[in-house]
T-cell receptor, first 113, second 113 residues
Framework: KQEVTQIPAALSVPEGENLVLNCSFT??????LQWFRQDPGKGLTSLLL?????REQTSGRLNASLDKSSGRSTLYIAASQPGDSATYLC????????????FGTGTKLQVIP | GAGVSQSPSNKVTEKGKDVELRCDPI?????LYWYRQSLGQGLEFLIY????????KSGLPSDRFSAERTGGSVSTLTIQRTQQEDSAVYLC???????????FGQGTRLTVV
């Protein structure tokens, strides 16, 4: 059974700082890993998707990496802005059967102006 | 439509009443997921559809919860005899069968009073 853990649960940083969010998964047989952002009271917005054959994906100030062998993914946010404040969730899609998606518990980020 | 659509966006119901939540996935997406997010909690998997069949319904909390999908498109999640602990945001997501991103709707906020 896949378990996905995110550390830290909450993070507060000053504006402009670079930061890394961590995601760990127990079953390395994942098909892909996706990072989402969730604003309070809102649904999830997809940020980046990394296929199992890839090691990283970049979009603007965001860079996500994937290391299947160690069961880890990181989301790097460069030059953080107050608008980045949200909860960040990672989700692993299984490679077998019906490819169940398992979510982590999230990291709540606050960027202080 | 362009995205995953959920209705209603908000629902307040009396304890003991039945409710139906609707999800319209992105056209052509064969995979559809329902999740529940209680206040301050992570995403709890409820059920997964591939086409009209549900290979994994292991997350449904009790037999008061059921879901169906027709025509490989619209899905409804039904909660019978609602209880206060059913209060949560119910999120629906869809994706292509293999490897593509999962896209989420904005959710239905259910409040049982």
């Amino acid at each position: 059974k896949q378990e996905v853990t995110q550390i830290p649960a909450a993070l507060s940083v000053p504006e402009g700082e670079n930061l890394v969010l961590n995601c760990s998964f127990t079953d390395s047989a994942i098909y892909n890993l996706q990072w989402f952002r969730q604003d309070p009271g809102k649904g999830l917005t997809s940020l980046l998707l990394i296929q199992s054959s890839q090691r990283e994906q970049t979009s603007g100030r965001l860079n996500a990496s994937l290391d299947k062998s160690s069961g880890r993914s990181t989301l790097y946010i460069a030059a953080s802005q107050p608008g980045d404040s949200a909860t960040y969730l990672c989700a692993g899609r299984g490679s077998g059967g019906y490819q169940k998606v398992t979510f982590g518990t999230g990291t709540k980020l606050q960027v202080i102006p | 439509g362009a995205g995953v659509s959920q209705s209603p966006s908000n629902k307040v119901t009396e304890k003991g009443k039945d409710v139906e939540l609707r999800c319209d996935p992105i056209s052509g997406h064969t995979a559809l997921y329902w999740y529940r997010q209680s206040l301050g909690q992570g995403l709890e998997f409820l059920i997964y559809f591939q086409g009209n069949s549900a290979p994994d319904k292991s997350g449904l909390p009790s037999d008061r919860f059921s879901a169906e999908r027709t025509g490989g498109s619209v899905s409804t999640l039904t909660i019978q005899r609602t209880q206060q602990e059913d209060s949560a945001v119910y999120l629906c997501a869809s994706s292509f069968e293999r490897g593509a991103e999962a896209f989420f709707g904005q959710g239905t906020r259910l409040t049982v009073v």
